[in-house]
């Protein structure tokens, strides 16, 4: 038998994560932030390399290549230091053309700083295994490529606000491999120069508040506004495979542009017009796409992917046949892109028959002992409230239907920015109230944001229109009639909904999901990701317990513990 191949991946800038991947299956990985607190936490994933060594149970000695997630760091370059930014600007707005881009990516991992990897590397025993550094946007790619649920020639496409130095890429994969044929450098980013410098003008934090803007868009009408966006960013109509910024300015001079234009114009508005030229630019770029290659079978990745509105239009285009959305296809999955990518190419090397699998569940992450649990519930004081409970699952259902508000830490970390269960705020779908409650006292979010449910999948034709499986939170989908059933879940204005369909993948919270519909004929509850407003989700039982004590929740069921106030 040959011998496992095992690859680290890691990612140390926005997002920070790690990851394992084992004989081409991602076997654990972790964002940083489930671990530190820190949302979107920047740099050397310290506790995550190390925690997917403990989750795995492989040791460092047994990894045969480790695969670093992007050429070079840009916060530095982009946020701290203004000498830095402005060349940066300079020098992307006068880089076009994707040959350039091609050559230029393979010199600029001699420019990266590795001093703490090193310094780590060299404390876990693997300073002297070969380390590979593998391009933003094909990590990107690899992500949705290797682990797209077919096996036929696809299309893969990438857009983002920036990774060395591109935006956005085009690419066919085949077998086990893909050819990149075109890309956009960052200068031309519709992900920057629209919708985070909209978001930005809004004081809210670019690439991070951007779900806001898309939340806030139903609202509005955008032709009152749409010209001004229409300036700022479009597709390339003399390489239409490409994005083109038509502002005139890189993006730290936008907003002044920006306050010119929409001056006296509604908040509504302008987020109603910017999620709509964005779509507009977007599908008619994968249209584009699909024309030039002949492939309509399309696996995207890449932040811009979290436009869970999009992706629906672009879902719904007679042009693509079917579309897969990697999850976590922001910077947090591109540990699990450098891992994979890396993996197909030493195969490759070693002439070895290469493996793939995709994409199932994404429960890749830690889990806990509820006698671990019970030792922090008693370092916290919470042992006197808190009740060992063998099915703990129903009665976290019976907390549901008496309209109580639960709290589930259980089983393994989700991967992604996305609650799917294991991390979840659960509540009734049927009553409006909860929205108000888990807004104001438990999450202390912005009002008009919508929540989301999860639905047993042989239910989806009820709730669903165009109904099919999506078990990622990933896409978004008008509702039937029956919506009205989980009116909790569903965005107030348009009645569409982002949904994870359960199925058998999570035995636990599919069993609440169907002692609620045994009771209550509704075959979805509400879920909201556990944590509290500008904090990542829940990582640990010291982060659940501190989350817990700082809201208003009615209870958290915590391993088979059950806590209540």
Not at 20 to 33: C, R, S
Not at 160 to 187: C, K, P, Q
Not at 462 to 488: K, P, Q, S, W
Not at 512 to 538: A, C, K, M
């Amino acid at each position: 038998m040959a011998k496992d191949i095992i690859v680290l991946g890691v990612h140390d800038g926005h997002e920070a994560s790690a990851a394992l991947v084992k004989n081409g299956e991602v076997i654990a990985a972790i964002a940083e932030e489930r671990l530190t607190n820190i949302k979107n936490h920047y740099g050397t994933p310290f506790n995550s390399i190390k925690k997917v060594f403990e989750i795995s149970g492989i040791q460092p000695a047994e990894v045969d290549l480790t695969a670093i997630a992007s050429l070079i760091k840009f916060r530095e370059l982009l946020v701290e230091n203004e000498l830095k930014y402005s060349l940066h600007a300079k020098f992307t707005s006068l880089v076009h053309g994707h040959t350039f881009s091609r050559l230029f990516t393979k010199i600029l991992h001699k420019l990266r700083d590795m001093s703490e990897l090193n310094r780590l590397f060299i404390e876990l025993g693997i300073e002297n295994k070969e380390t590979v550094f593998m391009e933003h946007h094909k990590c990107h790619a690899a992500c949705a490529y290797y682990q797209r649920p077919w096996d036929d020639e696809t299309l893969v496409l990438t857009i983002d606000g920036t990774g060395d130095y591109l935006s956005s890429t085009v690419n066919i994969g085949r077998d086990f491999d893909m050819e990149r044929i075109a890309s956009t450098v960052s200068y031309d980013s519709p992900a920057n120069n629209l919708y985070s410098e909209i978001t930005g003008y809004f004081g809210l934090k670019r690439w991070e508040h951007e779900y806001k803007v898309m939340g806030l868009a139903p609202y509005g009408r955008a032709e009152y506004c749409i010209e001004t966006m229409r300036k700022i960013a479009r597709v390339n109509p003399k390489k239409p495979l490409e994005f083109q910024n038509t502002s005139g300015s890189y993006v730290k001079y936008i907003q002044s542009k920006l306050r010119r234009e929409l001056a006296e114009q509604r908040f509504d508005n302008i987020a109603a017009a910017c999620q709509q030229h964005f779509e507009d630019i977007v599908t008619q770029w994968v249209g584009n796409c699909v024309k030039e290659t002949g492939i309509n079978r399309i696996a995207c990745a890449g932040g811009a992917f979290l436009n869970v509105k999009m992706n629906k239009l672009i879902r719904e285009m007679e042009e693509v046949n079917d579309a897969f959305f990697y999850p976590p296809c922001s910077d947090g999955g591109i540990s699990v892109g450098a891992a994979l990518e890396a993996y197909y190419r030493l195969c490759e090397r070693q002439g070895r028959k290469a493996e793939r699998h995709p994409l199932k569940d994404l429960y890749y992450g830690a889990e806990y002992t509820n006698e671990y649990i019970e030792r922090v519930l008693d370092e916290k004081g919470w042992l006197d409230k808190a009740e060992y409970i063998d099915d703990i699952n129903d009665a976290v259902t019976e907390s549901i239907i008496n309209g109580e508000i639960v709290a589930r830490f259980s089983g393994r970390d989700e991967f992604g920015p996305r609650a799917l269960g294991n991390r979840s705020i659960l509540a009734d779908p049927r009553d409006l109230r909860v929205i108000r409650k888990i807004n104001f006292a438990i999450k202390h979010r912005d009002f008009w944001m919508p929540f989301a449910p999860s639905i047993l999948e042989e239910r989806i034709n009820d709730y669903l229109v165009n109904a099919r499986a999506a078990r990622y939170m990933i896409e978004a989908f008008d509702t039937t009639e029956r919506g009205e059933e989980i009116i909790a879940g569903l965005h107030p204005f348009d009645r569409t909904v982002r949904p994870q369909t359960v199925n058998e993948w999570n035995p636990g919270y599919r069993k609440i999901i169907e002692g609620f519909q045994r009771d209550t004929g509704v075959g979805g509850i509400l879920n909201t990701s556990f944590n509290l407003h500008g904090y990542p989700i829940v990582g640990t039982p010291e982060i659940a317990i501190w989350t817990f004590e700082n809201s208003e929740l009615d209870r958290l069921a915590i391993g088979n513990w059950m806590v209540r106030k």
